[in-house]
Nanobody, 124 residues
Framework: QVQLVESGGGLVQAGGSLRLSCAAS????????MGWFRRRPGKEREFVAT????????YYADFVRGRFTISRDNHKNTGYLQMNSLKPEDTAVYYC?????????????????WGQGTQVTVSS
């Protein structure tokens, strides 16, 4: 059982930046793909970004591509989401997730473990 804990959320003005972290309890985190999802107010959960186990491959949702960067440090069992040029519509609870498998994946159903989420609020 992998436990994931997100941190780094908060309140930021439009155009600002935040870096989210996702700390995993188990070493097996480093052997699996991970992803970030978000749930905006009144909306369904949506895919944001994913990264392969090695960090060598990444993929982004169109609405964050060029602004957000997903990365990981397997020595620290930690994943990251660097968010730049934030917009009010990025306001959401952000969740990290760990898959069972090496390669990137976009579907929430493909992830076995989830964090509790961290709130990101972007003011206009």
């Amino acid at each position: 059982q992998v436990q994931l804990v997100e941190s780094g959320g908060g309140l930021v003005q439009a155009g600002g930046s935040l870096r989210l972290s996702c700390a995993a309890s188990e070493r097996t985190f480093s052997s699996n793909a991970m992803g970030w999802f978000r749930r905006r107010p009144g909306k369904e959960r949506e895919f944001v970004a994913t990264i392969s186990w090695s960090g060598g491959s990444t993929y982004y949702a169109d609405f964050v591509r060029g602004r957000f960067t997903i990365s990981r440090d397997n020595h620290k069992n930690t994943g990251y989401l660097q968010m730049n040029s934030l917009k009010p519509e990025d306001t959401a609870v952000y969740y990290c997730a760990s898959a069972i498998g090496l390669e990137m994946r976009q579907g929430a159903h493909e992830y076995a473990y989830w964090g509790q989420g961290t709130q990101v609020t972007v003011s206009s």
